[in-house]
């Protein structure tokens, strides 16, 4: 699954005629980094959740990928946040025993192989990654490495 609902209001002007995931960086756009990595890791059926200019990206990956690929897309009225967006999804989730959810405004060179292999030999329900970088809100585990949390020291008043 890849998340490209967002709004990218903090690309202003830039999002206002283009989604933040097809937003092009280097000559290439966000949501074409995610998804190549997800068809690197031999996966062809995508979900792809919708929100901002929702119509603009089934035309770019229509217009863009390779065929073979099997693509979903999930549309929500509102943001949903990412608990939101893959419960949203979950029609076009559920069949799979394993799925990766993937923000499409997240650039990594992870290898999603390696990291499915991971996942299956640990018998883990979830497997998280995460990049270390300055943030407000931080992923907390317990000291035997099970997600714990998100911390987020801004006071809502």
Do not use: W
């Not at 990412?82 to 993937?102: A, E, W």
């Not at 931080?138 to 997600?147: E, N, Q, V, W």
């Amino acid at each position: 699954m890849s998340l490209a609902a967002g709004i990218g209001s903090r690309l202003a002007p830039l999002t206002a005629t283009t989604p933040k995931s097809l937003i092009d960086v280097g000559g290439i756009t966000m949501l074409e980094v995610t998804l190549a990595a997800i068809l690197r890791a031999g996966v062809t059926d995508i979900a792809v959740n919708l929100h901002h200019l929702p119509a603009a990206i089934p035309a770019f990956i229509a217009n863009r990928l390779a065929r073979g690929i099997d693509i979903t897309y999930s549309f929500a009225p509102e943001i949903l946040d990412i608990g939101g967006g893959i419960l949203n999804c979950k029609p076009s989730l559920g069949r799979f025993d394993d799925f990766f959810v993937y923000s499409a405004d997240v650039f990594s060179d992870i290898d999603l192989k390696a990291l499915l292999h991971h996942h299956q030999e640990s018998s883990a329900a979830v497997t998280m990654f995460d990049a270390k970088r300055e943030t407000q809100r931080k992923l907390l585990f317990a000291s035997d490495g099970r997600f714990a949390g998100i911390s987020n020291p801004i006071r809502q008043e």
